[in-house]
T-cell receptor, first 112, second 111 residues
Framework: NAGVTQTPKFQVLKTGQSMTLQCAQD?????MSWYRQDPGMGLRLIHY???????DQGEVPNGYNVSRSTTEDFPLRLLSAAPSQTSVYFC???????????FGEGSRLTVL | GQQVMQIPQYQHVQEGEDFTTYCNSS?????IQWYKQRPGGHPVFLIQ?????EVKKQKRLTFQFGEAKKNSSLHITATQTTDVGTYFC???????????FGTGTRLTIIP
């Protein structure tokens, strides 16, 4: 099993550009989520999904969109990037039996 | 919303010394988890605590959940260089099972 796979690992954008961070998991987990990590602020939940076709907002959803058309994939879209969205983004999926979150390796995004 | 405070923010210890990080919540928790993130890496699950007063051990790591289920601690005995990283607690409240992460404690080891 590959676990949780995120792409790209690094991305530089200009203000106003759009992009999609991809996330895929092969563990058949229903719950998936996106976090951003900023220095001194821990991990903050952006959006999450409890299954295909269902998404909901987390703590910091503004400026981000998500969709969940399949169990495996949970892409995160930035429609118009802003410097405040410079961060490291982590996708995670949940093993409900143990409560364990499995994280991807992260995507480092810089918005100029 | 739920807030989870974690202290200290940084801890520098000599190799072989002990290390403790504390996590405190303003609300009663249904469970608490601990994660470790190596420099440049991603968070990795260590353990989940569910019961009031629960104590769990993993080799040199001891995890405790407070009696009131509002606080938790992670203690490492005789630190080693492999313990370097940031330790996060992640808490879930009753009726809101979304995890809220603490700000983390960054542990550095002086050889």
């Amino acid at each position: 099993n590959a676990g949780v796979t995120q792409t790209p690992k690094f991305q530089v954008l200009k203000t106003g550009q759009s992009m999609t961070l991809q996330c895929a998991q092969d563990m058949n987990h229903e719950y998936m989520s996106w976090y951003r990590q900023d220095p001194g602020m821990g991990l903050r939940l952006i959006h999450y999904s409890v299954g295909a076709g269902i998404t909901d907002q987390g703590e910091v959803p503004n400026g981000y969109n998500v969709s969940r058309s399949t169990t495996e994939d949970f892409p995160l879209r930035l429609l118009s990037a802003a410097p405040s969205q410079t961060s490291v983004y982590f996708c995670a999926s949940l093993e409900t039996n143990t409560g364990e979150l499995f994280f991807g390796e992260g995507s480092r995004l810089t918005v100029l | 919303g739920q807030q989870v405070m974690q202290i200290p923010q940084y801890q520098h210890v000599q190799e072989g010394e002990d290390f403790t990080t504390y996590c405190n919540s303003s609300t009663t928790l249904s469970n608490i988890q601990w994660y470790k993130q190596r420099p440049g890496g991603h968070p990795v699950f260590l353990i989940q605590l569910v019961k009031s007063g629960e104590v769990k051990k993993q080799k040199r790591l001891t995890f405790q959940f407070g009696e009131a289920k509002k606080n938790s601690s992670l203690h490492i005995t005789a630190t080693q260089t492999t313990d370097v990283g940031t330790y996060f607690c992640a808490a879930a409240s009753f009726g809101n099972e979304k995890l809220t992460f603490g700000t983390g404690t960054r542990l550095t080891i002086i050889p």
